[in-house]
């Protein structure tokens, strides 16, 4: 195995969790501290959808989540698709990165939600079946999930954005994202812990770290004018010093989903190993030609899908409908 095939390997998994929704809406309960998600009663997804009812709003977003998973099939990245159920309606199902994380040391976490009407995402059976699905054998379970019960919350790798080569977890503390358990995790995962503010040009925080940046094998990108002046030195030295290329976005580009990306790693016949960088249409659309050329040479693919119905009424793009399962190492 040679050493970039090493670190792709490590930094990104070849497979992927998804859900497919049954009750695809704007949830009321998230919209405080998600400033992406649409006015409920002005046309929610902004796309004429005021007039849709929910099971026509619901279609659109299963035809955009199937177009995901076709396109990242295409890819040769592996995916499991599990069944949301209708009842009870779960309106962000198709999110279970929030819920649920899998890591190289055959570890699997669950994760607490701060909306009430998310944590019935978390369905046992669902875990059984990714597990079987994709060859992932848990060594260790950690489930955090009795953490609600004190209005603590970590919602997996949305308030989590981790280097896994130099096991560092980024977050920006948010209602969704509490520094004591982000530490309670570092510490029970064996990462650095580099916690810090981030707000959108209004001074809302952002709800997840993971709109606002992500991490890949050879750069990361991070909405460094989002920081205040006393994190963001310490934030980009720290991303500087994993040796990667650093590429800023700003406020713009994030409200535009382009801080919600994910590299996964693939095979192709002819590359062999290789990477593919998974993005909205909106978020490439808003990457000026210079960014868009960096974060292109720094992969072999550049995979964007539209999915404006799910951003648009729900808050979160490409990233957050993907929950990595990577290859447990010896």
């Known amino acids: 195995m040679s050493a970039e095939r090493g670190r792709l390997s490590r930094q990104c998994a070849g497979a992927v969790f998804m859900v497919r929704p049954a009750a695809f809406g704007f949830n009321s309960e998230t919209a405080a501290s998600n400033a992406f998600q649409g006015a409920e ?12 009812d929910a099971a026509a709003l619901n279609d659109r977003a299963r035809a955009e989540f199937q177009g995901l998973a076709h396109a990242l099939a295409s890819e040769g990245v592996r ?31 669950l994760y607490p939600m701060l909306a ?15 597990c079987a699905a994709l060859g992932f054998r848990p060594r260790r379970r950690l489930d955090l999930t009795s953490h609600e019960a004190t209005g603590r ?18 977050a920006c503390r948010s209602p969704r994202t509490d520094e004591s358990l982000v530490r309670t995790w570092a510490g029970l995962m064996n990462f650095e812990a580099v916690l810090f503010d981030a707000a959108d040009a209004s001074g809302k925080p952002y709800y997840h770290t993971n709109v606002m940046m992500w991490i890949g094998t050879r750069c990361a990108s991070i909405c460094a004018e989002a920081l205040p002046a006393q994190d963001r030195a310490p934030v980009l030295a720290r991303l500087q ?25 693939t095979w192709d016949e002819a590359l ?10 909106r978020a490439r659309a808003a990457l000026a030609g210079a ?3 960096r974060l292109s040479g720094c992969v072999d693919t550049v995979l964007a899908v539209p999915v404006a119905t799910i951003e648009r009424a729900g808050g979160g793009s490409v990233r957050c409908m993907l929950a990595e399962v990577p290859d447990i190492l010896a």
């Open 41 to 52: 009663d002005r046309d929610p997804v902004g796309l004429g959808a005021a007039a849709l």
């Open 79 to 109: 995916l499991h698709m599990a069944e949301d159920t209708p009842v009870p309606p779960k309106p962000d199902a198709l999110f279970p990165n929030n819920w649920i994380s899998f890591h190289d040391d055959g570890t699997l976490v």
């Open 116 to 130: 009430a009407n998310r944590r019935p995402e978390r369905r046992i059976e669902l875990v059984d079946e990714v």
């Open 153 to 170: 919350f970590l919602e997996g790798t949305g308030s989590l954005v981790l280097d896994h080569v130099a096991r560092v977890a980024y």
């Open 241 to 265: 010093a994993s040796g990667r290329e650093i590429v800023e976005i700003g406020r713009a580009e994030v409200a535009a989903f382009a801080g919600n990306m994910l590299e996964l790693a």
């Open 272 to 281: 062999g190993d290789a990477s593919v960088l998974v993005m909205s249409t």
């Open 291 to 293: 960014r868009l050329q």
